[in-house]
């Protein structure tokens, strides 16, 4: 995969959570884990592009399929391309959750956040003390309505027409010219999805109890 395939979709990633106190900052919310090196997934460890070579005399790019018709000379000096994620080095510093997390698209979270009866907001923290609370309103929200009225149809919206009108081409030739709203497809959230959310909700909150921590989300 290249870097450039990757779609960015603005998350919410819901975690245990440590405060601590900061001389500077007060108190600091953190998420439990470490940075550690991992694996490059984007060049699977190899630190190289795959299929990408580059001609260090020229830096010229070219692509596997191109080399057949090089010439010698340049065929003698290409060297693959360094992955662009990782540098080279084919492992970079990651941060590594200890817990159970979740990762949910930012509309996704806000309809979890609601069903959670927490105001949605972009972070936030649930403290350790609440957390049986927490725990006894999500079995009563799974026992009710509240989750089939949560759910978002899939819609399509978008696609109209715009502006419509004649224009005379170059040839003299009139054509009639549509310009239409850009297209916008979600794919909603079903009731499996919310299940699945809670489940997960439920797991982190058991492992934080169990080992002391808040669940925060960011
Ligand atoms: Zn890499």
Redesign the pocket.
Same mark, same amino acid.
């Given at each position: 995969m290249k870097l450039s395939d990757l779609v960015v979709i603005e998350s919410i990633t819901f975690a245990a959570s440590e405060a601590k106190d900061d001389p500077k900052h007060g108190q600091v919310h953190s998420p439990v884990g470490k940075t550690q090196m991992v694996k #490059?997934e *984007? #060049?699977k @460890?190899? &630190?190289k592009e795959e299929g990408g070579y580059i001609d260090p005399k020229t830096e010229e790019r070219y692509w596997e399929s191109d080399i057949a018709d090089l010439s010698s000379d340049i065929k003698q000096r290409l060297k693959q391309i360094d #992955?662009? *994620? #990782?540098r &080279?080095? @084919?492992e970079?510093q990651d941060f590594v959750s200890d817990g159970p997390e979740m990762n949910l698209a930012n509309r996704n979270a806000h309809v979890l956040l609601d069903l959670l009866g927490i105001e949605p907001d972009h972070a936030g923290i649930i403290w350790n003390k609440d957390l049986p609370k927490l725990r006894r309103h999500i079995i009563k929200v799974l026992n009710s309505d509240n989750m089939r009225k949560a759910v978002i149809e899939p819609s399509e919206t978008g696609g109209d027409i715009t502006d419509k009108r004649v224009v005379k081409g170059d040839d003299g030739v009139s054509q009639i010219v549509t310009r239409r709203s850009p297209k916008m497809i979600d794919s909603g959230v079903s009731e499996q999805q919310i299940e699945h959310y809670f489940k997960n909700v439920l797991e982190l909150i058991v492992f934080a109890q169990k080992n002391g921590y808040n669940v925060g989300w960011s």
């Open positions: #490059c *984007f #060049c @460890g190899t &630190g #992955c662009d *994620f #990782c &080279g080095e @084919g970079y």
